[in-house]
């Protein structure tokens, strides 16, 4: 799991004031700022990347397919139910344990993936669209995974196309949430907000806590990952994950972009 806390105290509380002015700096930017950036504008931009094309062929593919084939029963209500429960959790695993990897040295060979050489570029540098969005080189074999669990896992084909619909489904809020999050698009809601804070706490104050996306405060308060930001001082590698990347832009206050 993460590091535990560490209490801003004597010379860091200048340090988690900055931090915290730096977020609060964002929302005023957001609040304030001449650029138009509305629902449409921002889904035109979400449909020029090749991920949401991919996993929207996965999720068309899987509805047509279950509507075709029928067999309806209580256990298609049961599988979305059971996969939104879950999928913070699988949120935050997949953030600590594959996204956040540290490369491991077997002898003269490095263990790395491209998952978390992308992630880290995407903290080097936040607002890098493209690196906003799961690469599409791994996202094809994380597909093939879907369906293989989809036949194997499943005792009937239904329920197997049932899962890929609701994956589908959770693919493209996941992906439509951190592109937006990450865009200037002005929070209007309460809960995108709260998500939009919390997101922003991750990149901008300390990456070992606030991990999952699409919700605030469920799986990271569960595993306590959710402290007060006030208790949790301004990480040194929050921009450049583990120390393991060169240094990119400096590390200034968002509402300077």
Same mark, same amino acid.
């Given at each position: 799991?993460?590091?535990?806390?560490?209490?801003?105290?004597?010379?860091?509380?200048?340090?988690?004031?900055?931090?915290?002015?730096?977020?609060?700096?964002?929302e005023r930017r957001?609040? @304030?700022?001449?650029?138009?950036?509305?629902?449409?504008?921002?889904?035109?931009?979400?449909?020029?990347?090749?991920?949401?094309?991919?996993?929207?062929?996965?999720l068309l593919g899987?509805?047509?397919?279950?509507?075709?084939?029928?067999?309806?029963?209580?256990?298609?209500?049961?599988?979305?139910?059971?996969?939104?429960?879950?999928?913070?959790?699988?949120?935050?695993?997949?953030?600590?344990?594959?996204?956040?990897?540290?490369?491991?040295?077997?002898?003269?060979?490095?263990?790395?993936?491209?998952?978390?050489?992308?992630?880290?570029?995407?903290?080097?540098?936040?607002?890098?669209?493209?690196?906003?969005?799961?690469?599409?080189?791994?996202?094809?074999?994380?597909?093939?995974?879907?369906?293989?669990?989809?036949?194997v896992v499943f005792?009937?084909?239904?329920?197997?196309?049932?899962?890929?619909?609701?994956?589908?489904?959770?693919?493209?809020?996941?992906?439509?949430?951190?592109?937006?999050?990450? @865009?200037?698009?002005?929070?209007?809601?309460?809960?995108?907000?709260?998500?939009?804070?919390?997101?922003?706490?991750?990149?901008?104050?300390?990456?070992?806590?606030?991990?999952?996306?699409?919700?605030?405060?469920?799986?990271?308060?569960?595993?306590?990952?959710?402290?007060?930001?006030?208790?949790?001082?301004?990480?040194?590698?929050?921009?450049?994950?583990?120390?393991?990347?060169?240094?990119?832009?400096?590390?200034?206050?968002?509402?300077?972009?």
């Amino acid at each position: 799991m993460s590091e535990t806390p560490h209490t801003g105290t004597s010379g860091s509380g200048s340090i988690d004031a900055r931090a915290r002015r730096r977020v609060a700096a964002d929302e005023r930017r957001l609040r @304030t700022s001449r650029r138009n950036v509305t629902l449409r504008s921002a889904f035109a931009e979400f449909v020029r990347h090749p991920s949401p094309w991919m996993i929207g062929a996965l999720l068309l593919g899987a509805v047509v397919s279950r509507i075709w084939i029928g067999g309806w029963g209580l256990a298609d209500l049961l599988v979305p139910v059971v996969m939104v429960a879950v999928f913070p959790l699988a949120e935050w695993l997949i953030h600590v344990f594959i996204l956040h990897w540290r490369p491991k040295r077997m002898g003269p060979v490095t263990l790395d993936t491209l998952l978390a050489r992308k992630h880290r570029e995407h903290h080097n540098d936040p607002r890098d669209i493209p690196l906003i969005f799961i690469p599409w080189r791994a996202l094809i074999p994380v597909l093939i995974a879907a369906l293989v669990v989809a036949l194997v896992v499943f005792r009937s084909v239904e329920r197997g196309l049932t899962f890929l619909v609701v994956l589908g489904l959770l693919g493209i809020v996941y992906e439509w949430t951190h592109y937006l999050i990450h @865009t200037d698009y002005k929070p209007r809601s309460r809960f995108f907000r709260s998500t939009w804070r919390n997101h922003r706490f991750h990149h901008y104050r300390n990456e070992h806590y606030w991990f999952t996306v699409t919700t605030s405060g469920t799986a990271d308060r569960l595993l306590r990952t959710h402290p007060d930001p006030d208790s949790v001082e301004k990480s040194p590698t929050a921009k450049n994950l583990h120390a393991l990347t060169p240094s990119g832009p400096a590390d200034r206050d968002p509402s300077s972009r």
